[in-house]
Nanobody, 115 residues
Framework: QVQLQESGGGLVQPGGSLTLSCAAS????????MSWYRQAPGKERELVAS????????NYAEFVKGRFTISRDNAQNTTYLQMNSLKPEDTAVYYC????????WGQGTQVTVSS
């Protein structure tokens, strides 16, 4: 059974940091490109960052470059998103995504940036 379980979301003040984790199971993790998406209320889901399978090359949306870092641990079947210098506009539900011929989604974790 395929599972993508996000964790690490919560409430943080502007300028603060959070680290999201996505624990994967039920598929050959290291073969899949892993990504983080987010969806704010009333907005479409958007790509935040992705990391390739074997080379682990990261790509970032312009609005998070220099603030967020995506990484993966193939031994632990886990993907991370380190988020620094958080802004109120980063408030959204963050989703983990796995893609290789098929696509899997996690249930999402809420991130709220507010004072």
């Amino acid at each position: 059974q395929v599972q993508l379980q996000e964790s690490g979301g919560g409430l943080v003040q502007p300028g603060g940091s959070l680290t999201l984790s996505c624990a994967a199971s039920g598929f050959f993790f290291r073969r899949y490109e892993m990504s983080w998406y987010r969806q704010a209320p009333g907005k479409e889901r958007e790509l935040v960052a992705s990391i390739s399978s074997f080379s682990s090359s990261p790509n970032y949306a312009e609005f998070v470059k220099g603030r967020f870092t995506i990484s993966r641990d193939n031994a632990q079947n886990t993907t991370y998103l380190q988020m620094n210098s958080l802004k109120p506009e980063d408030t959204a539900v963050y989703y983990c995504n796995a893609r290789f011929m098929v696509t899997y989604w996690g249930q999402g974790t809420q991130v709220t940036v507010s004072s």
